[in-house]
């Protein structure tokens, strides 16, 4: 059974940086498409970005080009999301999810973890 634990939200001021870290366990990860959402509070869950577990090939939300990264460790199995220059509108409850690649959908999804940037 696939799992996902995600790690490193925390507070940080505007301008400021994170590391959020998605471990994933009970699976063979390279048939699998890894992403991470958010929900900010009132809103509804959004896709952030994406990466393919077998080729690297990432996809960004516009709103976090330039700023977040997303990058793969196979040996580890983990998905980590690098977060620079925050902004207070990044604040949210940020989710790792996981997509079979002949999915269409995210069916796999952490526990979340909040990120919250103050101004």
């Known amino acids: 059974q696939v799992q996902l634990v995600e790690s490193g939200g925390g507070l940080v001021q505007a301008g400021g940086s994170l590391r959020l870290s998605c471990q994933a366990s009970?699976?063979?990860?390279?048939?699998?498409?890894m992403g991470w959402f958010r929900q900010a509070p009132g809103k509804e869950r959004e896709f952030v970005v994406g990466?393919?577990?077998?080729?690297?090939?990432?996809d960004y939300q516009d709103f976090v080009k330039g700023r977040f990264t997303i990058s793969r460790d196979n040996a580890k199995n983990t998905v980590s999301l690098q977060m620079n220059s925050l902004k207070p509108e990044d604040t949210a409850v940020y989710y790792c999810?996981?997509?079979?690649?002949?999915?269409?959908?995210?069916?796999?999804w952490g526990q979340g973890t909040q990120v919250t940037v103050s101004s």
């Open positions: 999810a996981a997509r079979h690649k002949l999915l269409a959908t995210y069916h796999i």
């Open positions: 009970g699976g063979t990860f390279s048939n699998y498409y």
């Open positions: 990466i393919s577990w077998s080729d690297g090939r990432t």
